[in-house]
């Protein structure tokens, strides 16, 4: 018995050596060698996510420019002729449009810790939701906070989903891949049309 324990530690070990060189972070080895620490690790992320009134106008377009910092790597975004990004077109029809649009910020220890905008698109053939807008400071990333953040976004919003992102944003493809594959258990879809990754799916 004690041998049989051994050699599944060296096992261990191994596995967790090769996922580590090859630039796997240390809370998704844990996730793989230890399944259950998962359901552990995502009951006990403390962050809020906060339905923004329109109070929270001026914080959003706030953190919008370090959002768009970050995208800018991807869509090519240039400052403004007063050292700024511009500002998030059409902003108010957040809470103009409350029927259709959705937005939220994140908090964590009473510190913002980023913001999700959530819409509907109809059309006659469907409606479904959409993640418009994902941002999460840099500060707080690989800790779990967006994947629990996603995963209470849609467990608020039941229905038909389109997942989009650009196509030249890898990152941000494998980490919704990841996370809708978790959820749905496998049960998506996903396509590349028009220069961007899409990944479809009913919950």
């Known amino acids: 018995m004690q041998h049989g324990l051994w050699l599944a530690y060296q096992q261990g070990c191994k596995r967790w050596k090769k996922w580590v060189s090859t630039g796997i972070s240390t809370i998704n080895a844990v996730i793989i060698l230890f399944p ?82 959530v819409e509907i698109t109809e059309s006659y053939e469907r409606s479904y939701f959409s993640v418009a807008e994902f941002f999460i400071l840099k500060k707080y990333r690989r800790q779990g906070i967006g994947r629990a953040v996603a995963n209470q976004i849609f467990n608020l919003h039941k229905g038909q989903w389109e997942i989009h992102q650009i196509e030249s944003n890898k990152p941000a493809q494998i980490f919704w891949n990841k996370v809708i594959g978790e959820y749905t258990k496998g049960q998506f879809k996903e396509r590349l049309e028009n220069g961007r990754s899409t990944q479809d799916f009913k919950n």
């Not at 690790?41 to 339905?51: P, R």
């Open 36 to 117: 259950q620490y998962k359901i552990m690790m995502e009951t006990s992320i403390d962050f809020k996510l906060i339905k923004a009134s329109s109070k929270y106008k001026n914080v959003i377009n706030n953190l919008f420019q370090f959002y768009i910092y970050d995208f800018s790597e991807y869509n090519k975004s240039d400052l403004e002729e007063n050292g700024l990004y511009a500002d998030y077109p059409n902003l108010e029809a957040y809470w103009k449009e409350v029927n259709l649009r959705y937005p939220y910020v994140i908090k964590k220890n009473e510190k913002y810790v980023g913001f999700v905008f």
